[in-house]
Structure formats: structure tokens, C-alpha cells
């Protein structure tokens, strides 16, 4: 997630440095050369490029802007401007599935996204260029297997796979099949970074994303329960996604929707679920705790959907916000023509201030608001896997 850092974490950060790292550099082995004056191609706004190296990268990361960094996948969208429009998709009229979400939602468990988020927090870093990132991914891909195998979901075809990223740390995908290609996406980004040494500081990046991989991960978990969704008798397909090197410019979900482009795959909605517990500057504002659902850069129809599954499905209620361009996985989606929708844990101007930094830990996170989040996600994969589109 691209948020704004407030300067307070960042001279705090920059001065636990200097006085004493808690880390040696060796301790952090990295997969590429970070030294290299490799020149990336990035995109700002829809008509503004340029060309940057990694250190200006990180800088304008650091002063709160948002961008892709397109500098493998260049042409992401191609289709859709030789066409001019993006797929155009109608979404139901209401909720229509109570009956049988609500008893799953009764499932769903904040013990279980802490202790997951407890592990993946424990990682040094889970920076997608470094060694931590590939086994903090290699842990989550054991556990989504895990709950494959030990659901309903391991006798049918059911499954999940790395998608390889040059840069080692993988994105993830679980799958599970429907009647037809038609697909619905939810997705959360897996890596995390420091902004000021990505590859030496310690990142343990419990809210971005932490939060927004267990809160999926769990709904994942509960919606495997449901032998509607098992059997595969929904017309749909729906995969979780966990994407890598989003903090880097939306790499990781850049190539996996390139890849989707390129095979005419069938994406009708896509959910990004980036940043889910963190309430505190909601509550000290003296505001009323909420789902903040973007409205920029985002699919109106879809949009229009989440915000009655929340007040279908949430016991809080959502307020309407802006993130900017880029401000999360879900604009490679938009960009390749798909239509995408990002719920992010409050106002944006609210949000985690501690992001980007050693200080982004689960003491922060709300549990509770979170859960909020997962009935959310629970609730749009089971309806939209049975929507007629």
C-alpha cells in the first residue's frame, strides 16, 4: 500500500538507525544487486511517465506518491485501449445469499488471523527482493495448501500455485474452479518494505498487508466449508490472490494480470484487500469506526456492489474515500481492462501512519475491525461466485 508516512515515523526510524541497527547487513541476503544504476520506467498518472532508479524509487515512496513501476510490462492494457472500453460487466442488483452466508460467517475467527499474523509477522522482512520474502511466501503457500488439504476442497480440484516472479519472492494463487472461466478475484499483497534500506531494516509490515493477507486468507479458510463452493456447482471460478512486490510499483500483480490479458482470461471482478486493522487515528478523530471504500480509480458498478455487502453483511458501516492512482493491486486490474474495487480500514486520512517502517507491528491492529473485513470478502466471493453474468 502507498500511503502517506507522517514525518514523525520517519525521523523516528531514520534515528533508531542511526543510533543502533538491529540488524547487520549480512543478516539480510538479497537476490539481486541493489547497487546496480538500472533505470526503471514508472507511471505516475495515466499521462505522466518517467524514469527513475531504485533509490528515486523509494524516495518518492517516502514523500507519499503513488506509481506503477511498467518497466516489464509496458503495454498492460493493450487490449483494452485497441478497443477503447474496458469490459463492461453488470453486477447483481442486491445480496441474495443470506441464508447461507451468514451461518459461514459465524465461522470466521480473529484467533485465527492473529496466530497467522503472529508468523507472518515474523519474518524479518518480507522485502519481495530478499531471502526473508521468499520464505515468508514459502510459508504462506504451506499454509493456504494446508487448508486446502484439510477442507472439503481436497477432493476436488481445488488448488493453488506460485506464480515466479524474477525477483524470487512468488505471487500465490488458490483456484477453485467453477462451471464456467468467468472469474472473480480477491487479492491482498503478501510483501512488505522499510522505505529508508529495504534490504537491511526490518519491516514487519502487520498492516501493509498483513492484515489484509490473513483477513482473505481466512475468509478463503471459511468459504471452503461450504460444499456449494466445493463442489464446484457455482457458475464462476473464484481465486484469492496474494501478490508480491506491490511495494515496489505493483509488480507482482502487473505480470500476473499481463499474463491474464494475454489469454483472454475472463476477470469479472476483482476486490483488493490492502490495509484492515489499523482504527486508532478513526477513533481519536472522534470518528465512527468503518470500511473505507475507494471511489477513485475504481469500477463504479462493483464499488456500487461492496457498499451493500457491507451494510448486508458488516455490523459497522462504510465511508466513501480516495487513495490516488496506483494506491494499490487493484489498478493493474483496472489497467487491464478488468473491473477491480479496493476496501482499505478507515478514511484514508486516517489510515496507518506506522506503514513503510520497523513500527508497523500487530499492537497497532484491531482484530475486531478486521473481521469486519473478512465478512466483507467472505460475503462478495460467495455472491458474486453464484452472480449470473
Not at 529495504?198 to 509490515?205: F, K, N, R, T
Not at 471452503?224 to 490472490?241: A, D, K, R
Request: glycine letters at 6%; aromatic letters at 10%; hydrophobic letters at 35%.
Amino acid at each position: 500500500m502507498k500511503g502517506l508516512i507522517l514525518t514523525t515515523c520517519l525521523v523516528a526510524t531514520t534515528s533508531a538507525f542511526y543510533i543502533a541497527p538491529s540488524v547487520e547487513p549480512d543478516d539480510q541476503a538479497l537476490l539481486s544487486h541493489e547497487t546496480s544504476p538500472e533505470r526503471y520506467l514508472i507511471e505516475l498518472s495515466p499521462e505522466e511517465t518517467r524514469w527513475v532508479t531504485e533509490d528515486e524509487k523509494w524516495a518518492l515512496r517516502r514523500e507519499g506518491l503513488n506509481f506503477m513501476d511498467i518497466t516489464d510490462h509496458p503495454h498492460l492494457g493493450a487490449s483494452r485501449i485497441s478497443t477503447n472500453k474496458a469490459k463492461e460487466v453488470t453486477f447483481p442488483h442486491k445480496p441474495v445469499y443470506q441464508d447461507t452466508i451468514v451461518p459461514l460467517i459465524s465461522n470466521l475467527s480473529k484467533s485465527h488471523m492473529r496466530s497467522n499474523l503472529e508468523t507472518f509477522t515474523s519474518f524479518h522482512t518480507r522485502y519481495y527482493k530478499s531471502e526473508y520474502g521468499v520464505q515468508s511466501a514459502e510459508w504462506l503457500y504451506s499454509k493456504i495448501s494446508s487448508i486446502i488439504s484439510s477442507s472439503p476442497a481436497s477432493k476436488h480440484k481445488i488448488t493453488v500455485k506460485k506464480f515466479p516472479h524474477k525477483w524470487g519472492q512468488p505471487s500465490l494463487i488458490a483456484t477453485i474452479p467453477g462451471k464456467s472461466n468467468k472469474t472473480v478475484v480477491i487479492g491482498a499483497h503478501q510483501d512488505s518494505i522499510n522505505l529508508f534500506l529495504p534490504s537491511i531494516l526490518s519491516a514487519p509490515g502487520a498492516d501493509d498487508d498483513g492484515s489484509g493477507t490473513v483477513t482473505i486468507l481466512e475468509a478463503l479458510r471459511v468459504i471452503l466449508q461450504s460444499s456449494n463452493i466445493t463442489s464446484g456447482e457455482m457458475p464462476n471460478t473464484l481465486e484469492f490472490h496474494w501478490y508480491s512486490a506491490e511495494e515496489g510499483g505493483l509488480l507482482g500483480s502487473q505480470a500476473v494480470f499481463s499474463s491474464y490479458e494475454a489469454q483472454g482470461r475472463d476477470v469479472k471482478a476483482m476486490l483488493q484487500q490492502d490495509m484492515t486493522g489499523f482504527v486508532k487515528r478513526t477513533v481519536d478523530a472522534g470518528e465512527e469506526e468503518s470500511v473505507g471504500v475507494i471511489t477513485d480509480y475504481v469500477d463504479k458498478g462493483l464499488t456500487e456492489f461492496i457498499k451493500k455487502i457491507v451494510t448486508e453483511y458488516c455490523t459497522i458501516p462504510f465511508i466513501l474515500t480516495k487513495c490516488g492512482y496506483a494506491c494499490s493491486d487493484h489498478a493493474s486490474a483496472s489497467k487491464a481492462g478488468y473491473p477491480s474495487a479496493f476496501v482499505i480500514e478507515s478514511d484514508f486520512r486516517y489510515s496507518d501512519n506506522h506503514i513503510h517502517t520497523s513500527d508497523d507491528r500487530i499492537e497497532y491492529l484491531s482484530f475486531d475491525h478486521m473481521l469486519q473485513h473478512a465478512r466483507l470478502t467472505l460475503a462478495l466471493a460467495y455472491e458474486l461466485a453464484f452472480a449470473e453474468f
